[in-house]
């Protein structure tokens, strides 16, 4: 039997098998990961990294390995006019840092991410089998017996279901969600500027949604385009000239010329949340748990957190030589995170309700009060905590950048 089986090797479930190891070295994790070996180096999204998720993964000894990669992202602008305006105000604009030189968040290429998550899982010598599902599972006294797509049986004293937000190990448990799907799309590409950022992100919101631009190194940025489905999708099939000249009216020209350098992707979004996130012997976490609109970049950053409290529920536990497969203990972790987790959900949803339309008087509304807010300096402060996931008095230790 071994002590820890966690499902899906993305991003959250190699982070909380590299964050259980260094705390307690002496317990055995495999994880299992359904994609074949070298398809996480394809991957070329990237990812809004907030300031806690930065402390988390410093101290888990990967973050000097993502540095030379990670675009800091010094200035937010944030701006809400129509395609056909010919000029964009802005409306409002976030600076600053959180700590020191800290910026509230950085932009980190997806393989650089997992590259690093998956060098410290080999030097801390954490089992990854790929390319491998966990297929049914049942649940007993003192273990989850496991089966694998290889026809592998495993025991295990505690499954946690990492397989993001269409989690096959959460059905099998039996755990129901509320979901909603918001008939929206991203559109996701990288592109080259002639003209440097400096730092800046934008999002520009348009009737069909937020149109975001993210600094990456060397002059790109990455984009999160977000259209109706049916838009997305003919946008994807259409041909690179009309997709760039689709991509230039929404741009603009701030920063010169641009060239579409990556390839392009369409994403469905939804609102899904599972009703509970724990059994006996399992948890959820990350997407598996919650999977909320991208609008405000904080889907991966809540899984860090998700991370962060399960991680220190399992060794608190295990240090007092409790069985932490056990349900109250898991309920710790439950009450830990459900509470931020249904929040960030529900206010993206409305965020995205409130600025994924084009009604006059709506729009006339939230302008006013994004400039109201852009004139109260400690209002935007806060707002710059709440996006840097760092200060809460809640928080678990690993995203203050504590040792658990
Ligand atoms: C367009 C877009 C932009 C985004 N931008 C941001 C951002 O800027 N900042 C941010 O914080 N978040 C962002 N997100 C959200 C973020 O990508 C997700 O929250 C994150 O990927 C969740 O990680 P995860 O490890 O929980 O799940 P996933 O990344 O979905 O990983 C799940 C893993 O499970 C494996 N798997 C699946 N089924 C099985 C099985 N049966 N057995 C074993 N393995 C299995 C898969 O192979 C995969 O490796 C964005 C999302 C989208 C769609």
Redesign the pocket.
């Known amino acids: 039997m071994i002590d820890i089986l966690i499902?899906?090797?993305?991003?959250?479930?190699l982070s909380l098998a590299v964050a259980i190891k260094k705390a307690a070295p002496h317990l055995q994790i495999t994880v299992?990961?359904?994609?074949p070996a070298g398809v996480?180096k394809k991957d070329e999204?990237?990812?809004?990294?907030?300031a806690g998720a930065v402390n988390l993964l410093k101290t888990l000894n990967v973050w000097d390995e993502i540095t030379p990669e990670a675009e800091p992202i010094r200035r937010m602008v944030i701006t809400d006019s129509k395609l056909s305006e010919p000029v964009r105000p802005v409306f409002l604009t976030f600076e600053g840092n959180v700590a020191g030189d800290e910026p509230f968040a950085y932009m980190v290429p997806n393989p650089a991410m997992v590259g690093a998550l998956r060098k410290q899982m080999d030097a801390l010598g954490i089992e990854l089998l790929e390319g491998?599902?966990?297929?049914d599972f049942s649940i007993g006294d003192t273990a989850a017996h496991i089966t694998l797509s290889d026809g592998k049986t495993l025991d295990a004293r505690l499954l946690v279901a990492?397989?993001?937000?269409r989690?096959?190990?959460r059905d099998i448990a039996g755990i129901k969600t509320v979901r909603f799907d918001y008939g929206q799309s991203?559109i996701?590409t990288t592109i080259e500027h002639e003209r440097p950022h400096e730092g800046v992100a934008e999002e520009h919101f348009l009737p069909a949604g937020p149109f975001a631009t993210?600094p990456l190194k060397n002059n790109r940025s990455s984009l999160?385009w977000n259209e109706r489905t049916e838009d997305a999708n003919r946008l994807i099939a259409a041909d690179d000239f009309v997709f760039e000249a689709e991509l230039e009216r929404r741009f603009g020209h701030k920063l010169g010329a641009i060239k579409v350098v990556g390839g392009k992707r369409a994403?469905p979004?939804a609102l899904t949340l599972a009703r509970d996130f724990v059994r006996p012997r399992f948890a959820l976490?990350?997407?598996?748990a919650h999977?909320i609109h991208?609008i405000s970049?904080?889907?991966?950053?809540?899984?860090f957190k998700d991370v962060a409290a399960l991680a220190e529920t399992i060794v608190d536990a295990d240090r007092l030589g409790i069985d932490f497969g056990q349900l109250n203990i898991l309920e710790r972790y439950q009450e830990w995170r459900r509470f931020d987790t249904f929040r960030m959900g529900v206010t993206t949803d409305v965020l995205n309700r409130l600025f994924s339309n084009d009604i006059t008087p709506v729009r006339i509304a939230r302008d006013f009060g994004l400039g109201l807010v852009d004139r109260m300096p400690g209002l935007k402060n806060f707002f710059i905590r709440q996006a840097s996931n760092v200060g809460g008095s809640n928080d678990p230790k690993l995203l203050a950048g504590e040792m658990i």
């Not at 491998?132 to 297929?135: I, M, R, S």
């Not at 990492?162 to 937000?165: K, N, T």
């Not at 976490?285 to 598996?288: E, F, L, Q």
Request: net charge negative; hydrophobic share 45%.
């Open positions: 499902g899906g090797g993305g991003y959250v479930g299992v990961d359904a994609a996480w999204r990237a990812s809004a990294i907030a491998t599902q966990v297929l990492c397989d993001g937000v989690s096959k190990l991203g996701v993210l999160v994403f979004f976490a990350g997407d598996a999977g991208p970049g904080q889907g991966l950053n809540l899984g």
